[in-house]
């Protein structure tokens, strides 16, 4: 099956009708980016820096972090890299900070909640991503937003970093794009305000589906009505997209929906500009890409949003 998906890493991810669809990789570290490689991804939808933060016994210092990104950023050329700011809490833990007893870690004190109250930590990270970019294309992207203030307060403090290092007279893109995960129903409901402060939104439909639907995605008793088939989350998820296209922008999505090849089509009707993934899953969901006629998915799409159950939705998913 992988030869014959062989080609796939190297076709334009165009639509029949020629809509581009960018099919992206999720990584952890910069070996991650290495191997996703064969896969011919068009960039790094997601790089989960919190996997350099974990299994330590101290913060990870600005220069260990500046080479990891390098490594990404000369590995990918002139392919973007979307670097995911700290995500850690809920249910991803550090040894070296006290996080408090918490009843509801999920709906505590968690990445940018985090970042802005530590913006040492914040800022070293932002020097190490600036610093990076002058060796290739990096985005920045910050996790759990979910109103304007903590978007407007980490900009601050980004543009704060970027003076500091001219400054310094080191050279970092000046033009590097921020976006914001949307993964919190507050953050969808009002993205057509969040989009003014940032140049493109990546929905977390893992966190996403959590937040909407109330139901824990650990939680094996109510895996069940775990789905990001419910057409609330696709409504939402539409809203989102209009938002950024309205203003100009893009919205990629980042969590595990999008590497489903069965929703593809569905996906690229809503109007998604980007699906990021497990390296794997690229070659399947790029054939999907190159099979799929944009005005026909537009049709499904609307067809899917007016669905009643998820159940639904599935069913007409696999028609
Ligand atoms: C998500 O929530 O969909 C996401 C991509 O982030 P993570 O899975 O790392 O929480
Ligand atoms: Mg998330």
Known sequence: AMTELRKYATTASNT??????????NIGNASDAGNSMKFGPNGVGLFRT????????????????????????????????????????????????????????????????????????????????????????????????????EVKRANALLEEVKASLKAENLPFDEAIQVGIMIETPAAAVTADSLIKYVDFFSIGTNDLTQYTLAVDRGNEKIADLYTPYHPAVLRLIKMVVDASHKAG????????????????????????????????????????VVNIHYEEAKKLAQKALNMETAEAVLALMNE
């Open 16 to 25: 029949v009708d020629g809509r581009n669809v960018e099919i992206c990789a």
């Open 249 to 288: 922008k893009w919205t990629g999505m980042c969590g595990e929906l999008a590497g489903e090849a069965n929703l593809t089509k569905l996906l690229i009707g809503i109007g998604l500009d980007e699906l990021s993934m497990t390296a794997s899953s690229i070659l399947s969901v790029r054939k999907n």
């Open 50 to 149: 919190e996997f350099l933060y974990m299994g330590k016994s101290n913060w990870p210092s600005e220069d260990e972090q500046f080479e990891e990104y390098k490594k990404v950023a000369e590995l990918m050329q002139d392919k973007a890299t979307i670097i995911r700011t700290l995500d850690i809490g809920g249910d991803k833990e550090l040894s070296y900070i006290d996080f408090g007893k918490e009843e509801n870690p999920f709906l505590g004190w968690r990445a940018m909640r985090m970042c802005l109250d530590k913006t040492d930590v914040l800022k070293t990270q932002f020097r190490a991503i600036l610093r990076a970019s002058a060796y290739g294309k990096l985005m920045i992207m910050y996790p759990m937003i979910i109103n304007v203030t």
